[in-house]
């Protein structure tokens, strides 16, 4: 036999009625809502444009952003790897990588920044040497 607000009542026989109440949740769009987590960044002015990205390790990458989400993985479309220095790891070269379409996972995102706003400058914290 069931009662309203989820509470259920058995018959025990010569013993008097027990109300057992059991925990009910149903999710509703409001629960989902406030569990979705919300990113800091708001990535979304920068869809279809081109971006440079740099991840833990040292890795730099450029492409068009095709989407994102809140745990700042992203989708790069005709993204280009930018290749090190076998010697100096911390150097880039000239040489590049074409990828193509790529997930960038949001963990090992370490930079983000829009490509035309990018300029190469040299170093102002080089002890410049005279010779």
């Known amino acids: 036999m069931t009662s309203a607000a989820g509470a259920q009542r058995f018959d025990w026989g010569n013993t008097s009625e027990v109300t057992v ?5 149903t999710a509703n769009m409001a629960d989902k809502e406030k569990k979705k987590k919300e990113s800091i960044f708001d990535l979304s002015k920068y869809i279809d444009k081109p971006i440079r990205v740099k991840f833990q390790g040292g890795r730099e990458a450029s492409g ?13 479309d005709g993204t ?26 949001g963990t090992s995102v370490v930079l983000i920044c829009p490509q035309d706003g990018m300029e190469a400058i040299p170093n102002p914290f080089v002890q410049q040497q005279d010779g």
């Not at 109440?21 to 949740?25: E, G, K, N, R, T």
């Open 21 to 25: 109440s059991l925990p009910c949740h």
């Open 80 to 105: 280009i790897e930018y290749m090190r220095d076998p010697d100096d790891q911390l150097k880039l070269t000239e040489d590049t990588r074409q990828l193509g379409l790529v997930v960038c996972r």
């Open 64 to 76: 068009v952003l095709k989407g994102f989400d809140p745990l700042l993985n992203l989708v790069l």
